[in-house]
């Protein structure tokens, strides 16, 4: 017995001397059958859309990963196809462990059928959590598990013109979430899923039908998870000018984009809505055919994207027309250049024909270059133009020869001009004012500046704001808000009138109030007055109504000095 305890003993001994041979023996952990009850429907596989919804059951071959914390545990499947219980083996896992319960965790959403059958294989994931209850030898219970999908389903009907459009591909961007999806063939009904977005994002559809290019924004957009929508998508037609091989008409949301190389009439259909986004037509010399670089059929919008740059494709044409009874709006975050060819306004009419139609400006940055005898913005060369309105935008424009930068041009007519808001710089050419009418019977309605910056210059012998040179007129002149500085032209006021030439042909203006705002008016040359008629070197004073200044409105010119008002009245 003695000699057994030694020889164990030296065993033992040996054994602790080395430490080297110490060998750990790993943690045996229990594996234990694992049943979950799915509550609230198993809204994950087999996708099937009935009555405008979706219905969703559980595969019989579909795996759910089990995580207790980061560590993968086991795995479940349903106990038959369509079954509400998940049934598996987990290991290392005691009562009030928070499991994880995980369908599809590795969904890639970046290139999509356009199925439900896809979506069903590839992208539909789901989440639950369930805690552990009890333990029952090698049972282990657990909560119901509610499963939340982490994606939403959309039913994409994709349209131009009220009309299916069929597409491959569809491109889905969405800040750093890029979305391919690539039917086996062309739809025009395609199911995606995209995954939950919280915060508020610009959705782009960008699609290919044939040969041509369409696309859809959909701004501050959120995603939530477990939903299912059913989205018309109004597509976009996408026009590259450059590619042009005849006339073209755009259609409502198209976008025209690229160069024009040749001389293909370009036209707003009636009523549209059309965005330009980098375009240049400036390709047509001065003998181009008789049309507007844009030609305007009725009603239309212009929404400006990026820089574009237009000009007439003919010398006696505008850059852009809108014929006469309809109004062009144009809005946007990008630059327009309007030019003539020669003659012609900027926007508007064209020289001689070509009479347009009313024009609002609300945003955006524009530049409006009349050629000779028509207006920046407004009339040509006797050919008439409606109302001016500009909401806002930064406003450069310019007129051409005996003509404002904003109003009527050579020996014709405006309707009125207002401004609310914005950044506007107007100058006249030679014999017109800055805002207002040009040379020799031009005329134009009221003049009303209720807000926004403006700096409005006479050309020789024109009105800062006003009437031009030889029997010029314009309407009543109101100044309610803003800050406005008008220089007249040599001989004209700032505020007022032109010029004289002789007896009898005496420019003129109607009634001038001022009753707010912040007015700077400078007269030219040997004008008597800042505000009021203007005067020429022999033959007297022009034509002025009565000018109002409100009640603690104080009227300077550009030096600082107090303005020479005419027959001025306090309310």
Request: charge should be negative; glycine fraction near 16%.
């Amino acid at each position: 017995m003695l000699a057994a305890l030694l020889v164990a003993g030296a065993a033992f001994d040996a054994c602790t001397a080395d430490e080297e041979s110490l060998i750990a023996q790993p943690e045996v952990q229990k594996t234990y059958t694992l049943t979950v009850n799915v509550g609230n429907g198993a809204d994950t596989r087999t996708l099937t859309e009935e009555s405008g919804s979706l219905t969703a059951s559980w595969n019989a071959d579909d795996e759910v990963a089990v995580y207790k914390g980061e560590a993968k545990v086991g795995i479940l499947k349903p106990t038959a196809a369509g079954a509400t219980r998940l049934k598996g083996e987990v290991t290392g896992v005691d009562v009030n462990d928070e499991l994880t319960l995980k369908f599809q965790s590795d969904a890639d959403y970046s290139a999509q059928e356009g199925t439900l059958e896809y979506i069903d294989t590839h992208c539909s994931a789901a989440v639950a959590t369930v805690t552990v209850d009890k333990i029952e030898g090698s049972d282990l219970y657990t909560s119901d598990a509610a499963f939340e999908n982490q994606q939403s389903i959309f039913k994409f009907n994709l349209k131009y013109q009220d009309e299916a459009l069929s597409v491959t591909p569809l491109t889905i961007t969405a800040g750093e979430l890029t979305i391919t999806v690539a039917p086996t063939e062309g739809k025009s009904e395609l199911y995606v899923a995209i995954p939950a977005i919280s915060e508020k994002t610009d959705f782009q559809f960008s699609a290919t039908s044939g040969s041509d290019s369409y696309i859809c924004v959909i701004g501050d957009a959120t995603v939530s998870a477990g939903k299912f929508y059913s989205v018309d998508l109004k597509m976009r037609k996408v026009v590259d000018l450059s590619k042009l091989e005849a006339a073209y008409v755009a259609q409502d949301g198209d976008v025209l984009t690229g160069k024009a190389t040749d001389k293909y009439k370009i036209s707003i259909a009636a009523g549209a809505t059309v965005t330009l986004r980098d375009v240049d037509i400036t390709s047509f010399d001065s003998e181009g055919p008789k049309y507007a670089g844009i030609n305007c059929i009725g009603d239309a919008t212009l929404v400006i994207e990026g820089e574009n740059h237009v000009k007439g494709a003919y010398n006696e044409c505008s850059g852009i027309n809108i014929p006469a009874n309809f109004t062009l709006t144009i809005e946007g975050t990008g630059k327009l250049t309007a030019e003539s060819n020669g003659y012609g306004a900027g926007i508007g009419a064209g020289y001689y024909w070509g009479r347009a139609g009313n024009i609002i400006i609300n945003s955006g940055e524009i530049v409006a270059i009349g050629g000779g005898d028509c207006a920046g913005i407004g009339a040509g060369c006797e050919a008439s133009c409606g109302d001016i309105t500009i909401n806002g935008g930064t406003v450069t424009a310019t007129g051409g020869r005996e003509a404002p930068g904003i109003g009527s041009g050579y020996h014709t007519s405006c309707g009125n001009i207002t401004i609310t808001n914005g950044t506007i710089e107007a100058i006249g050419g030679n014999s017109a004012a800055g805002i207002g009418a040009g040379y020799e019977y031009s005329s134009c309605g009221i003049i009303e500046i209720k807000g926004g910056e403006v700096t409005s210059t006479g050309g020789k012998q024109g009105a800062g704001i006003g009437s031009g040179y030889y029997s010029s007129s314009c309407g009543n002149i109101i100044i309610s808000n803003g800050t406005v500085k008008a220089i007249g032209g040599e001989d004209g006021a700032g505020i007022g009138t032109g010029s004289t030439w002789y007896h009898g042909y005496q420019s003129s203006c109607g009634d001038i109030n001022i009753s707010g705002g912040t007015v700077e008016a400078t007269k030219g040359g040997v004008a008597t007055y800042d505000v009021g008629p203007g005067n020429g070197s022999r033959y007297g004073l022009g034509n002025c109504g009565t000018v109002t200044i409100g009640s603690g409105i104080t009227i300077k010119d550009k030096d600082g000095n107090d303005a020479v008002i005419y027959v001025a009245s306090t309310e």
